[in-house]
């Protein structure tokens, strides 16, 4: 199969360079090894300033709809981020000071949204906190089996139950300034937080579970739909086995799924493959390498030297990452492949000037775009 | 020490980091209360399996089988494939006779066809639905799959001359529903490779992939049936050197994958020659055949990609032939399951779940309306079919019906 760039990994940064080329028409597929670190998305995108409108437009054209608002994001241990730009529903605060008293409710028999912790958090700032727990009827099918009532479970049936969600939390509010509630809200109807913001008379907080993430679950679907909408072709749950290298250019890829059918690109490839969980780089106790293409990687000879002792602190592995050119063009044994771009986490902490995490995935796929349409 | 005994598996289970992924797209999770979840049933219940069978649990019956939680993992877990392997090791509960009667589709088709018409009328009775119901708990609401009176075999073996002229051969194993339900999807698939300069040819003597018999609790019979087929399979492919086409996303899956993941029979030597046929077409239009379509046609198409094709990755070729023709207005439709898989919905116990599942595919069709949806499978047609009121085509159907 022949198209003009294939991109190598669909999460965010692979979808937003997808989107990018295609809108330019460019004919582009993307080969994505299952799903990807979007479901363990915050909402908040750390370390993006001031974004360009283009990449305001590029979301909100896919019906992901953002706010950027510089200040600090309530982590689901009630401890504060900073962050700049986010979804919608994720607030920013100027300030750490969120609330006076603050109720935090929780759905009976939901174990992944951790309002003691939340509490706990909050009341060493200062702040006065009051648990509660609700119990929709039509949530009892899932508490019938309390290890699979997860997030996107409850917010597939509590969406169309948005209504009763505001009546209840109303009950329950008693002199309460701010109302957290968990982040399960919004899967398929994305008007369904700020319809709960303005039914509850206190100031709404939608703050973090356990993975998955349905702010992130949302974006995936969402940014695919736009991607394939645009003509896209996104080739999920397959794995590139092997690479056709020759004289510093790729030319095609062989897929798991297709075998011999290999998939070529006549201008570029884009690695975007990210970190360890969707194993864009791979760690064994004697190296740190990248799979696909053995491209060259940045980390420590010294396997000492990978990792904090202490295990909240910043972990040097964090930031290894695949050695690229400045524009962005990756290294094997020294010399940049002409025709392959990395973006994304895989790129760890060797490009600074991109930012990190989310931000840095939006931005260094907005940079290779840039550089195959030769703008 | 044999500590390696207890914590490795088949099906890459010690690969699975808990990440959930899986659960957000498991189609039963959401519909039915009593199923565990592809990480419960999967990976998480095959570390407790591997020390003490007591742990399985018989609410694995309840998945579905459609793989979506494969396509998910972002660690290459089989995690259906484990679930499935584990129903066929650990339950040994005798399968019920309706569930035999589903399972047997060869056999219940070769019944069948010498009555055909009887047969359609008989099922397509209140009363018969009603009985069945009673008797079997195969859900009344359901509509049946339709008889044909004349087996595709009987008519390609009628035209096996012509289709010996062409140049080039490939074989095709057509399935059950192409043999007594529907065979016009196999003269279609002839009217189209005959396009491109193909003949097709039958296997010697195909069974039923089997892969009803290993849903329903019957694998020792479906490896029967595998072993047949591969070994039909290795005389067409090493003895005459010929690719084998299918027109079904689900045989396909089960000839390429169950057979040596689930049933442990090897196919290395044949797993590549066997192609979708919408594959083997897109490969000779990328070398230059080409294709004449009408002048006039048009049609609005919404394309479903059928779960099993969604897991063999090859819902790309179908969608490339079917945006290829010209007047063609083409849709894609959400990743989703249509609820039936195969034999699941026919069964009383499970048909809400099913019609559950199978709704946000459902209303997306009856939104868009289109003048065909198009699909690779014939059970998710059957579903769309009764659920939606929209016609179901296979793309190599529509294919065919677009050529001059």
């Known amino acids: ?375 | 020490m044999k500590l390696q005994e207890f914590t490795s598996s088949k099906h890459n289970f010690e690969e699975c980091m808990k990440c959930t992924v899986c659960t957000a797209y498991c189609p039963v999770l959401q519909a039915n209360p009593l199923y565990p979840g592809p990480k419960q049933a999967g990976p998480d219940g095959e570390r407790l399996r591997l020390k003490d069978p007591y742990f399985f649990n018989k609410a694995l019956k309840y998945c579905l089988n459609c793989k979506r939680c494969e396509v998910a993992c972002p660690s290459g877990v089989a995690v259906a494939d484990l679930i499935q392997a584990a129903r066929i090791r650990y339950d040994h509960t005798p399968p019920k006779l309706r569930d035999r009667m589903l399972a047997s589709t060869d056999f219940m088709g070769s019944l069948a066809r010498p009555f055909a018409p009887l047969v359609n009328f008989g099922t397509g009775l209140g009363i018969s639905k009603t009985l069945l119901d009673a008797t079997l708990k195969i859900d009344h609401r359901r509509s049946f799959p339709k008889y044909s009176g004349r087996s595709f075999e009987g008519w390609l073996k009628r035209h096996r001359k012509e289709q010996a002229a062409f140049p080039e051969q490939v074989a095709y194993y057509h399935g059950c529903y192409v043999n007594y339900n529907y065979p016009q999807l196999g003269k279609d698939l002839v009217k189209v490779l005959n396009a491109l300069g193909i003949g097709v040819q039958l296997l010697e003597k195909e069974k039923c992939c089997g892969i009803a018999l290993i849903t329903n609790g019957m694998s020792a019979t479906a490896k029967k049936h595998a072993d047949h087929n591969v070994a039909q399979l290795r005389q067409a492919v090493m003895d005459k050197g010929l690719k084998v086409v299918t027109t079904s996303s689900t045989c396909t899956l089960t000839l390429r994958d169950e057979y040596p993941n689930l049933l442990g029979v090897d196919n290395a030597d044949v797993r590549e020659s066997i192609l979708m046929a919408t594959r083997l077409i897109c490969e000779k239009l990328e070398q230059g055949a080409q294709l004449k379509f009408k002048a006039d046609y048009h049609k609005k198409i919404a394309y479903h990609v059928p779960c099993h094709l969604e897991r063999l990755g090859w819902g790309v070729f179908s969608e490339r032939l079917l945006r290829g023709i010209p007047g063609v207005e083409f849709y894609l439709l959400d990743s989703a399951c249509c609820g039936i898989s195969g034999t699941y919905g026919f069964k009383k116990e499970n048909y809400e779940t099913s019609q559950a599942i199978g709704e946000a595919l459902f209303s997306q069709i009856r939104a868009l309306s289109p003048d065909v949806v198009a699909c690779d499978c014939e059970t998710c047609k059957w579903q769309i079919e009764m659920s939606t009121g929209f016609q179901v085509m296979n793309p190599i159907s529509i294919l065919a019906e677009a050529l001059e």
Not at chain 1, 12 to 35: C, D, E, F, W
Not at chain 1, 38 to 56: A, V, Y
Not at chain 1, 133 to 153: A, G, H, I, T
Not at chain 1, 294 to 303: A, P, Q
Request: charged share 20%; net charge negative.
């Open chain 1, 1 to 375: 199969m022949k198209y003009d760039v294939v991109i190598i990994g669909g999460g965010l940064s692979g979808l937003v360079a997808g989107i990018t080329l295609q809108k330019a028409g460019k004919r582009t597929a993307i080969i994505s090894t299952g799903q990807n670190a979007l479901h363990f998305f915050s909402g908040t995108f750390e370390s993006l300033q001031e974004p360009s409108q283009r990449i305001k437009d590029l979301f909100l054209e896919a019906g992901v709809r953002v706010h950027y608002n510089p200040g600090v994001r309530l982590t689901p241990m009630g401890t504060f981020k900073e962050a700049a730009l986010s979804l919608e529903d994720i607030d920013l605060f100027p300030s750490e000071k969120i609330g006076k008293r603050v109720l935090i409710v929780n759905f009976q028999g939901y174990h992944d949204f951790f309002s003691s912790f939340l509490a706990e958090g909050l009341e060493k700032q200062g702040m006065q906190c009051r648990v509660r727990f609700l119990n929709l009827p039509e949530l009892e099918r899932l508490q019938q089996s309390p290890s699979e009532m997860r997030s996107v479970q409850i917010a597939r049936t509590v969406d169309p139950l948005w209504e009763k969600v505001v009546q209840e939390v109303r009950l329950l509010l008693k002199d309460e300034d701010t109302v957290i509630l968990p982040q399960v809200f919004g899967l398929a109807d994305t008007s369904v937080p700020g319809r709960i913001r303005q039914g509850i008379p206190a100031r709404v907080v939608f703050a973090g579970t356990l993975p998955p993430s349905v702010p992130g679950v949302r974006t995936q679907i969402l940014l695919r739909k736009r991607y394939q909408l645009l003509g896209g072709t996104y080739l999920m749950g397959d794995e590139v086995v092997r690479a056709h290298v020759h004289e510093g250019v790729v030319h095609s890829v062989a897929t798991k799924n297709l075998d011999s059918h290999y998939v070529e690109a006549s201008e570029a490839f884009i690695l975007s493959t990210g970190s360890y969980f969707s194993k864009g780089l791979v760690a064994n106790p004697f190296r740190v390498y990248e799979p696909v293409f053995g491209l060259d990687v940045e980390y420590k000879e010294d396997r000492n030297a990978w990792y904090n002792p202490s295990f909240a602190g910043d972990q040097p592995y964090m930031h290894f990452g695949v050695k690229a050119s400045a524009d962005l063009l990756a290294l094997k044994d020294g010399e940049p492949l002409q025709n392959l771009y990395v973006a994304g986490s895989v790129l760890g902490d060797t490009h600074p000037e991109f930012g990190s995490a989310a931000g840095q995935a939006i931005q260094s796929a907005l940079f290779v775009a840039d550089k195959i349409l030769g703008l």
